[in-house]
């Protein structure tokens, strides 16, 4: 617990961790398509400006949740149910994105908020991050609710939050193909809720569009 327990270790890593994060999203991304060769959606300076104040919330979220566990609200263990928790937080998050997603389509003002996110129906190398500020900020606050909530293997926390990014790294690259996946969201199941917003609501798995009829039906886009 030395990373969260030493002030400038645990900030420094943190700021690395993000900026990397960010880099690669954009080197991944890019050579994706590049050897692909996928149209890409063309950057611009808004995009640009926008994804590192994204970036930049990314790394400021932090603030709530590690005075919460400075204040011994937040408590983490580090030697027992890593693969328990790495599980409970795909599927709680899983389920919880889908909600709020699909609230961020119908209610106001989240579906102002998110409007910003969807003027990309196809990607470039920074889509993962172009959205308002205030959907990075909240998916930030939703991860230090949960880690108040439950208390948590920190490895697991860390390794959630890796398999977050990396999925939706993933869920951002250009595709040609219209094949739906069956149980696992990909970057054909996301690019189609791009282009058809009424549908495809869900980030880790098809489960929760398929069990309340949000899944995304033609076969021919």
């Given amino acids: 617990m030395q990373l969260v327990e030493n002030t400038y270790l645990f900030w420094s890593i943190l700021i690395v961790a993000n900026i990397l994060m960010y880099i690669h999203t954009v080197a991944i991304s890019y050579t994706w398509s590049k050897m692909r060769s996928y149209k890409t959606l063309q950057l611009t300076k808004h995009d640009i400006y926008n994804s590192l104040v994204v970036l930049l919330i990314n790394i400021l979220v932090a603030i709530p949740g590690y005075l919460l566990f400075s204040k011994g609200t937040i408590r983490f263990t580090t030697e027992t149910h890593f693969i328990r928790d790495v599980v409970l937080l795909y599927f709680f998050f899983d389920f919880a994105m889908y909600v709020l997603h699909l609230t961020s389509h119908h209610v106001w003002p989240f579906k102002k908020f998110h409007k910003k ?5 196809y990607f470039n190398a920074i889509s993962l991050y172009v959205m308002e500020p205030v959907e990075s ?11 108040v909530l439950f208390s948590l293997n920190f490895y697991s926390f860390l390794a959630f939050i890796f398999v977050n990014w990396l999925l939706g790294v993933i869920g951002h690259l250009n595709t040609n193909s219209t094949k739906q996946p069956l149980l696992f969201g990909n970057h054909i199941f996301h690019k189609t ?6 549908s495809n609501y ?5 489960i929760w569009d398929k069990l309340f009829g949000t899944i995304f039906k033609n076969k021919h886009i």
């Fill in 137 to 147: 900020l909240s998916f930030g606050l939703l991860l230090t609710v949960c880690a």
């Fill in 193 to 198: 809720h791009h282009q058809h917003p009424n």
């Fill in 202 to 206: 869900g980030f880790y798995t098809t």
């Fill in 117 to 121: 996110h969807h003027t990309h129906q």
